[in-house]
């Protein structure tokens, strides 16, 4: 399958493979008014396979999403049909609003408004904790991601 390049636009590419929809979802791409294209499973030499989004226009992108759903990530800018800067996504040090604590007496389920706000606390096990009650953030076993 063959998808044509972009002249101008945002290209995540090296997610690891099944990770593109969660990532798509959390960054609100949907929301765009522009073309964004998906490629899932595309072979790729460093890590078999893998997704790549593209997103035909120039956009900021909350590098703290794609950090944590897949640290291994890189953003190309593209303008003109070339390469002008190349991100590499990293394991963020905070996270706010992107996961929700579980803990049904932490203050951000009983209050409406507050920020859900995690620390990284071991970047081996990728594992955060709750600033608010200390809880260990686990995803859920119906998620996919």
């Known amino acids: 399958m063959n998808i044509d390049g972009l002249t101008n636009g945002t290209v995540i590419d090296h997610i ?3 990770r593109g929809m969660r990532i ?28 790549i989004i593209k997103v035909d226009t120039m956009m900021d992108l909350d590098l703290d999403i794609l950090g944590y759903v897949d640290n291994t990530a890189t953003v190309n800018i593209i303008r003109n ?19 929700h604590c579980h803990n049904p007496r932490c203050i951000t389920s009983v209050e409406q408004g507050i920020n ?3 620390r990284l606390v071991n970047k081996e096990t990728r594992s955060y904790r709750c600033v608010y009650c200390d809880t260990e953030y686990r995803e859920r076993s119906d998620s996919p991601y």
């Open 116 to 118: 859900h706000v995690f």
């Open 24 to 51: 798509y979802e959390l960054l609100r791409l949907d929301k765009l008014d522009c073309t964004v294209a998906i490629i899932q499973n595309a072979t790729s030499s460093k890590h078999g396979r893998k997704d």
């Open 81 to 99: 049909g070339s390469v002008v800067k190349k991100i590499n996504a990293e394991l963020p040090e905070t996270l706010t609003n992107v996961i």
């Open 16 to 18: 690891t493979a099944g």
